[in-house]
């Protein structure tokens, strides 16, 4: 996470020599260093500094920071760039509550706060273009794959062009395919039935 926060500002700073032998050590407490984690979540918790809002429709807001969204996405600097509004608010009215918290815990080094959530983060991931955490549910989704939800999952791997989950799906679809529910087959888009078909081992 602080090596995502550094190398966005590094992407925007002027551009100095790669070696300042004039710069001392840093002055932060290693002890600070070494408990980034703890030390993300107690920014998150704090509204003091906050200048971003997440809205639901039913009026619930969760605060957040351009610093650290914009570090994640380009999605969010477009926002920011072309917003006047200080904080500033993003209307999230097609996802649940539970679902923008743990996309925002998530982004603020609470990695297991998207645990059981990852089909509903990843849709919020998606729309905000967030690829770290697009990363995390596709992982997830290649861990999980099985006869049960591999029809859902291979929509989901050809619709972003997730080679590795396609191949773990077509494998599935192959050598399980006695287990996989006949109803949930034959709704599969005809692209992905093809290369089932013709799927090489």
Do not use: W
Not at 16 to 31: K, L
Not at 35 to 47: A, G, V
Not at 173 to 195: C, G, H, R, Y
């Amino acid at each position: 996470m602080i090596q995502l926060i550094t190398d966005f500002y590094v992407s925007v700073a002027p551009q100095e020599s790669a070696i300042d032998d004039s710069r001392p050590e840093s002055v932060i407490p290693s002890q600070i260093l070494s408990n980034e984690t703890t030390l993300l979540h107690k920014i998150r918790s704090n509204n003091r500094y906050a200048d971003v809002y997440f809205l639901t429709s039913n009026g619930e807001k969760f605060s957040a920071h351009r610093n650290i969204l914009a570090a994640y996405s380009d999605i969010f600097v477009q926002i920011f760039d072309e917003s006047s509004e200080n904080p500033v608010e993003i209307h999230v009215n097609d996802f649940a509550v539970d679902t923008i918290q743990s996309a925002l815990d998530f982004l603020y080094d609470k990695t297991d706060s998207i645990n059981e959530k990852e089909k509903e983060v990843f849709k919020f991931a998606v729309k905000f273009g967030i690829q770290h955490l697009i990363d995390a549910c596709v992982s997830f989704f290649k861990d999980s794959v099985n006869p049960t939800n591999v029809c859902e999952f291979i929509q989901i791997a050809y619709s972003n062009n997730f080679n590795e989950l396609k191949q773990k799906c077509l494998q599935i679809l192959v050598q399980k395919k006695e287990e996989i529910d006949p109803t949930k087959m034959a709704k599969l888009p005809s692209n992905i039935l093809f290369d089932a078909f013709f799927f090489k081992m």
